[in-house]
């Protein structure tokens, strides 16, 4: 390994929490990111060669973004300085830029700047770390949980590397746990500890990745089962208190909410109806509102399913209106049959697609005036200078169809926005304007005449 701990990493002083207490203090006793820590990998290498460089770590909560950070600084020899964006502002980034300064000047030492949820810094903060990067003065280390390409400024990403660090399996989090049990410095001590078959396992997977998580779930289920003789037992009596009320991993407005709604958009665009229930599931039972569902649903039925089936979209504002009426739980069931009504149905994006054509028509073209043909004509003024002149009313054309008549701007006469589908409804759709073009074509009474 390329580094061994000498001191002691963290506070010793009083009561730590069990996640605190056992923190792996070599990159040895490190588990998981093996995609970027692993043997031959860019970052271990430059570790074990004692360099390091500006790094940005993304990754959902408790997969070891800090202590990563911490160990780094180790392995380096750097004095590390921490801050978070969330409690931080100016007077803390200059005091923490002055203690790097200090080091650099009394022996060249480098320091490494950790920045726990870099993200929440805005514009000016994050720039305020440039000209100490350029310079040397601290090496930077940012974490955050969302996407550095939205929430950092490119000229601070431009002088990072973003690492993502993933969510660990549920063997990994068993290992920590494990570890946890036999480390010496747990706040568990000398407790006698029996931990019944799969136990391990169960905290494992409820904690849905989550390292810091599983250590409380531990340490909870530690006191829950704690006998009369001091010793503890964690058995499955214990997972009805221990998991009561459990909420799995749902970031609200985080890039795990908008990976998770994708998900569901996709599965619905896919045709999984089983996946599609899935991500529903997953998003509900996370805690996510189910009338934000409710309307995203809805706009998966015009944009997905269109006019290949248009009773998607009557049945998705049903189930809108049951939630809005019912409430959770009672009305969910009505957003799982609008999703896997949707997933089941022929799909066209073709409203979606005319939508966007005609948008950019609008925005990016003149504003052609209305022919005059269009126009209404309520006065004798207005009919006298042609206001609705030519115009044939559809309804006296022979199948109420006016062949050869036009609708739009001359500039735009041959302009097709909508193109039907082979799918669904829309197959019929597209046949019924393709004989009204024809009749178009066949009128001696068209429009604008090329």
């Known amino acids: 390994m390329c580094c061994a701990m000498n001191e002691t990493l963290f506070s010793e002083g009083g009561y730590q929490p069990l996640a605190a207490a056992v923190r792996p203090q070599t990159l040895a006793d490190y588990r998981g990111q093996q995609h970027i820590l692993g043997s031959g990998m860019p970052l271990r ?153 799969d136990m391990l396992e169960q905290i494992a997977r409820v904690a849905d990745g989550d390292a810091r998580r599983a250590l409380n779930l531990l340490e909870i289920a530690s006191d829950l089962g704690r006998q009369a003789d001091g010793s503890v037992t964690i058995d499955v009596q214990l997972a009805g208190q221990l998991f009561s009320g459990d909420v799995r991993r749902f970031d609200k407005g985080g890039d795990l909410f908008y990976e998770q709604i994708s998900a569901l958009h996709k599965a619905v665009r896919g045709s999984s109806p089983d996946a599609a229930l899935y991500w529903l599931l997953r998003m509900l039972e996370g805690g996510c509102d189910p009338l934000y569902v409710a309307r995203r649903v809805v706009r998966m039925a015009s944009e997905d399913v269109g006019n290949a089936d248009p009773r998607a979209l009557a049945l998705a504002l049903n189930a809108w209106d049951a939630i809005e009426r019912l409430g959770s739980p009672e009305g969910e069931l009505t957003l799982a049959q609008a999703v896997i009504y949707l997933a089941s149905a022929p799909k066209s994006n073709a409203v979606y697609s005319a939508f966007k054509t005609a948008r950019d028509v609008v925005r990016k073209g003149p504003d052609y005036e209305v022919p005059m043909h269009l126009r209404n004509a309520p006065t004798k003024l207005m009919k006298s200078m042609d206001y609705g002149a030519g115009y044939r009313y559809a309804h006296d054309e022979p199948g109420a169809y006016a062949a050869g008549e036009n609708y739009l701007p001359p500039e735009l006469a041959d302009q097709r926005f909508y193109h039907p589908v082979e799918r669904g409804l829309e197959k019929r759709i597209a046949e019924k304007l393709q004989y009204l073009r024809g009749l178009d074509q066949e009128s001696g009474q068209r429009r604008y005449v090329p």
């Open 45 to 197: 290498e430059a570790l074990e060669a004692g360099q390091v460089h500006s790094m940005v770590f993304w990754g959902p909560p408790g997969v070891g973004k800090t202590t990563l950070a911490r160990l780094i600084a180790r392995c380096v020899d750097a004095h590390f300085e921490t801050l978070s964006a969330v409690l931080s502002g100016v007077r803390e980034i200059r005091q923490a830029i002055d203690i790097a300064r200090q080091q650099k000047s009394l022996g060249d030492r480098k320091t490494i700047l950790f920045i726990d949820e870099v993200h929440r810094f805005n514009k000016a903060q994050q720039d305020a770390f440039l000209p100490h990067i350029e310079d040397g003065t601290i090496i930077f280390i940012g974490a955050t949980t969302e996407n550095p390409s939205f929430e950092l400024n490119n000229a601070l990403l431009s002088r990072c590397r973003v690492y993502v660090l993933k969510t660990l399996p549920v063997d990994t989090i068993v290992s920590i746990l494990e570890n946890a049990l036999q480390d010496p410095r747990s706040p568990l001590g000398d407790t006698r500890i029996e931990v019944e078959a």
